[in-house]
């Protein structure tokens, strides 16, 4: 481990001994890295007996409500903590409306590994090399001497699962096998786990990503593909925002395609994006320009509901892919 790292990690685990009431907030529009590592370190500090309050602001997605501990989450609290957390967020934006919350804490930890983040939390834990955050956080349980349950371990693991695309990207490094090993060890049920948080979908997710491959578009070499999900569709197949999540994959999968990008229409009128890229394409420089944030290969954003900021950002893509 990195002599910085390992000396960060010290500053939290002691700011986190200290706390007796302690706030740990993951990103807007989750996924399963954010929130296995909400869930992995609220389990694991509730077993301490301070107060923990666990915030999204989206709540969470129907593909992770099997994990331990996901109906503790909540989307806002009016109280204030010793110590505020925020897991897999690259800049404060991404705490979304609990934000207020987060900044109200005497003391602020950030604990992530996006490469082109913003650092706002007074205590950083970043590691840029982790596969996933729940990688690092493995490391500050361990600090903390928490024995890790297999509720716990699962919660992990999925983040690692989802942020690694069950182990078929390119961020993998010998440590995260080493980290997994270690926790299939507490008693994970490993196929099950992968097959609850990656591979199994709801009808409403089947039917959004026919519809997303039906309508999918190109660019004239057919290397960045794009799809857009309107609040309409939402509504004719009864499902959510977060149902769209998964498309992305589906559209990056396609031969010859080298990026993706969904749009998800939100209720504000505005547009979610899902970037997805394969050969170490680093679309987080994209979504940073329009405010998000993300890895090399997957990351995200939002934007005006319209066609010319739609247009500049697939400009943007082409332009990427074309070096």
Not at 11 to 30: D, E, F, G, Q, W
Not at 67 to 76: C, D, F, N, Q
Not at 126 to 152: C, H
Not at 244 to 272: H, M, N, P, Q, Y
Request: aromatic share 6%.
């Amino acid at each position: 481990m990195d002599i910085g790292l390992r000396e960060n990690i010290k500053l939290a685990t002691r700011a986190i001994r200290k706390a007796k009431k302690i706030i740990i907030a993951s990103h807007v529009n989750p996924d399963g890295d954010t929130i296995g590592c909400l869930l992995a370190l609220g389990l694991s500090l509730l077993h301490t007996g301070k107060k923990i309050i666990l915030l999204c602001q989206d709540g969470v997605p129907a593909r992770y409500q099997f994990l331990p501990g996901s109906e503790l989450i909540t989307t806002g609290t009016t109280e204030t903590a010793d110590v505020a957390i925020a897991v897999d967020c690259g800049s404060a934006r991404q705490l979304g409306t609990v934000q207020n919350a987060f900044f109200k804490a005497k003391t602020t930890i950030q604990i992530d590994h996006h490469d082109f983040g913003d650092s706002f939390g007074k205590i950083q834990v970043l590691e840029n090399e982790a596969s996933a955050v729940g990688e690092i956080v493995y490391e500050v349980i361990r600090a903390l001497k928490i024995d890790i349950t297999p509720q716990i371990a699962t919660c992990l693991l999925t983040s690692i699962v989802i942020d690694t695309g069950s182990f078929r990207f390119s961020n993998i490094r010998p440590k995260t096998f080493e980290i997994c090993g270690k926790l299939i060890k507490k008693g994970v049920d490993l196929q099950y786990l992968i097959e609850e948080s990656y591979w199994k979908k709801t009808r409403s997710t089947a039917k959004i990503s026919g519809l997303c491959l039906l309508n999918a578009q190109f660019s004239e070499q057919g290397t960045v593909a794009w799809s857009v999900v309107y609040q309409t569709d939402i509504r004719k197949f009864d499902a959510k925002l977060s149902d769209a999540d998964a498309v992305a994959d589906d559209l990056r999968d396609i031969e010859g395609v080298k990026i993706a990008a969904v749009f998800r229409e939100t209720e504000r009128k505005s547009f979610r994006v899902s970037l997805r890229s394969k050969y170490g394409i680093n679309v987080a420089q994209v979504a940073k320009l329009f405010g998000g944030g993300g890895h090399h290969n997957s990351a995200g954003c939002s934007i005006r509901a319209s066609e010319k900021e739609r247009e500049r950002l697939l400009k943007e893509l082409d332009n990427l892919v074309r070096g």
